[in-house]
Nanobody, 118 residues
């Protein structure tokens, strides 16, 4: 059973919006920190933001004005709402999980491709 599964990627025009989902099949939101990352071709993986207890969020400065993380804890599902997308947002987006009190994200989804056309 895949621990984290992302969905919702695809192709969008610049200026558009997209929402990604991540469902956890094992770890619950009450015991873990959930996060979104992305990796563009030729670039390092980039942290986007995280959510704790399904409500407390923190964002990287690069996306905090355009991206919103939310969660439906009862369904162990996290969302990433992305607005005003630009071609620079083109990347593979990953969700990840770490247990509270730890520093390493040890569970990762398979990734979903987001492509923003100019």
């Amino acid at each position: 059973q895949v621990p984290l599964v992302e969905s919702g990627g695809g192709l969008v025009q610049a200026g558009g919006s997209m929402r990604l989902s991540c469902t956890s099949s094992g770890r619950t939101f009450s015991t873990s920190v959930m996060a979104w990352f992305r990796q563009a071709p030729g670039k390092d993986r980039e942290f986007l933001g995280q959510i704790i207890w399904g409500t407390h969020t923190y964002y990287a400065d690069a996306v905090k004005d355009r991206f919103t993380i939310s969660a439906l804890a009862a369904k162990n599902t996290m969302f990433l709402q992305m607005n005003n997308l630009t071609p620079e947002d083109t990347a593979v987006y990953y969700c990840a999980s770490r247990l509270m009190g730890t520093s390493d994200y040890d569970l990762w989804g398979q990734g979903t491709q987001v492509t923003v056309a100019s």
